[in-house]
Structures are given as structure tokens and as C-alpha cells.
């Protein structure tokens, strides 16, 4: 099933979910890293303590990118699409229509907003093109990075994004 | 059997590899996340490319028949397969994916036909050349320990 360019995104996500099977989804990876304590960092593991969720539809990118995130230290679950993503996060199943990075970027500030919280969410783009860097900040994103995914840049923003945090 | 020669050339067919283009630094990124937990995290990898791949060059030469001119299906589908090229270095794959990519911005059939077959001659050359090179790095390995993923 063909998709429209969207962002990637990883939201790392506190919840206990299994990794849902299925159908192709927005084909983007998104980032957002959130710790529910303060993480017991080490030099080469940067990112203890974080849960993060991985939105990707393509198995080579999933398990390049999941092996990037436990390298890093975080622990990672897997959301094919941007649908799967935003119900793994809200920890209860919805019946949704496939979606892009981000509208599933909107329905989850949506979701955040009734309980007055922020994941960060980082956008991981083909390009850091003005229209495409537009979109994530009208989406609600947090940061904005190219892909490749790339081990010292996401260590930095992650770091970035959690400095930022409250 | 002399494992130091076989590891010399598996190294020698990398780096040719490398010099005539096949691959780029985001092979090495990948190699680089082999550790202990996966010690063939680097194969893995590839033989899921493979099928991930094929799997995409399947879709579009549905999608030529099936949707004539459809540029933007054309070039979304194209977009999934040049992502994973980029990530594990294909770089000669990826060369291509973007011509095909640019073709289909233009609006021709013809470029597009022509570009996604040579998409699927360097697919098949790569295919060919990264299974000799892990062919020859398993033999290289420490005696009795190799295993034979299918690719």
C-alpha cells in the first residue's frame, strides 16, 4: 500500500503493549523520549530508563533503529503505523484509519492536553525542507532530525528534548 | 584452514565494495551495532533487507502494470525501497531509486521503466556480492562456530 511522505517518528511510551502485526502503516519513524524517573546514566548508555516507542513500518529500518535505542540503553517497543502508535500510547485499542506521523502527532498532543502532559516527539524527515520543517512544528513535534537515524544525534536530542522537559 | 587469510579477504571484498560504490558509510553504521547479544547483527540485517526489497520491487512492478502513470504511487513506493537502501548503505541501489524518483517528478513512463529495471539489476548484483562477502566471513569465523542464515 503506497503512502505520501511523512516524517518518522519514535514516542517513547510507559506502557506495558505487545508489538502489533499487520498491514503497512505511514512508513515514518518518529522519536520522542520521556523517563518516569530519573535515569541512572552511564557514558555509553545515555538513554537508561527510557521506554521508547518505534513507529516504522519497514522490518529493515525497525531493526536497525531498535538496535540503535538498546545500544543506547532504552527499551524499545515497535508501532507499525502512526494509528497503532497512538493507541500503543494511549494503552487502550481504538479502531483507527491508517495515519501519518503527523496526525498522530495531533491526536496525541490531543491526549496529552486532557491530562496536562508533553512527550517530547522528534521528527526524523528524508529532508530538512522549510515546508517539511513547517509541518512538524504546526503538528506539535518538538525537534526536528534527517534521517539516516544516526547514534550520536539521536543520543543528543533525546538528551536535548529531556533537558528541556520541566 | 587459514582463517587470518579468509578474514583478509573478506576484508578486501569490503573494501572493493566500497571503492566501486556499492556501499556507503551506513554499512559500516550497521556493522558498528554488532556486539555480543548479536554477533551477526550485521547479516541479520541484510538478509532482512533482501526480503524487505523484494518485497518492495515486487509491489512496484505491480503498481507500473497495474496503475499506468500513477507517478505519485509510482515514486511513494520508490520512496519505502530508496529508505531502505539508505539504511543499510546501498548506495549504488539508492543512486537509481533517485533516478527513478526523478523520473517520475518529470512525469516519464519511459525513464521510469528504464530506471526501475536497472533498480532491479543492481538489487540482484548486491544480493550477489553481499552473500559472497558473508559467505566468506562465516569460513573466516572461529572454526565450528559458523551458521547459515538464509539469504
Given at each position: 500500500m503506497p503512502h505520501v511522505r511523512h516524517p518518522s517518528h519514535v514516542i517513547p511510551d510507559n506502557t506495558e503493549t505487545t508489538t502489533p502485526g499487520g498491514s503497512l502503516g505511514a512508513g515514518t519513524s518518529a522519536m520522542a523520549a520521556q523517563s518516569t524517573s530519573e535515569p541512572r546514566t552511564e557514558a555509553d548508555k545515555p538513554l537508561t530508563g527510557t521506554h521508547v516507542l518505534l513507529v516504522e513500518d519497514t522490518l529493515t529500518l525497525q531493526t536497525i533503529g531498535k538496535k540503535i535505542l538498546y545500544q543506547l540503553g532504552a527499551t524499545v517497543e515497535v508501532a507499525e503505523d502512526g494509528a497503532k502508535a497512538v493507541s500503543m500510547f494511549q494503552a487502550a485499542l481504538e479502531r483507527m484509519p491508517v495515519m501519518d506521523g503527523y496526525e498522530a502527532t495531533r491526536r496525541i498532543r490531543e491526549v496529552e492536553n486532557r491530562h496536562g502532559i508533553h512527550t517530547p516527539i522528534i521528527a526524523l524527515t528524508a529532508h530538512a525542507m522549510e515546508e517539511e520543517m513547517q509541518k512538524t512544528i504546526l503538528a506539535g513535534m518538538d525537534l526536528h532530525l534527517t534521517k539516516p537515524m544516526e547514534r550520536r544525534s539521536i543520543a543528543e536530542a533525546i538528551r536535548h528534548v529531556r533537558g528541556s522537559q520541566g | 584452514m587459514d582463517y587470518s587469510n579468509l578474514r583478509r579477504q573478506a576484508a578486501s571484498m569490503k573494501k572493493s565494495l566500497f571503492d566501486q560504490g556499492y556501499l556507503d558509510e551506513q554499512f559500516c553504521q550497521v556493522e558498528d551495532?554488532?556486539?555480543?547479544?548479536?554477533?551477526?547483527f550485521a547479516e541479520e540485517v541484510i538478509t532482512l533487507f533482501f526480503k524487505d526489497s523484494a518485497r518492495l520491487i515486487s509491489n512496484i512492478e505491480q503498481a507500473l502494470e497495474k496503475y499506468p502513470k500513477d507517478f505519485n504511487k509510482w515514486d511513494a513506493y520508490m520512496q519505502q525501497l530508496k529508505g531502505s537502501c539508505s539504511s543499510i548503505g546501498a548506495s549504488r541501489m539508492k543512486s537509481e531509486c533517485m533516478s527513478f524518483r526523478e523520473f517520475c517528478g518529470q512525469g516519464n513512463v519511459e525513464g521510469c521503466m528504464k530506471s526501475f529495471q536497472k533498480v532491479k539489476r543492481e538489487h540482484g548484483v548486491l544480493r550477489q556480492k553481499l552473500e559472497a562477502y558473508f559467505q566468506l566471513l562465516r569460513q573466516a569465523g572461529?572454526?565450528?562456530?559458523a551458521t547459515r542464515p538464509g539469504m
Open positions: - | 551495532l554488532q556486539d555480543e547479544a548479536s554477533p551477526n572461529p572454526a565450528g562456530a
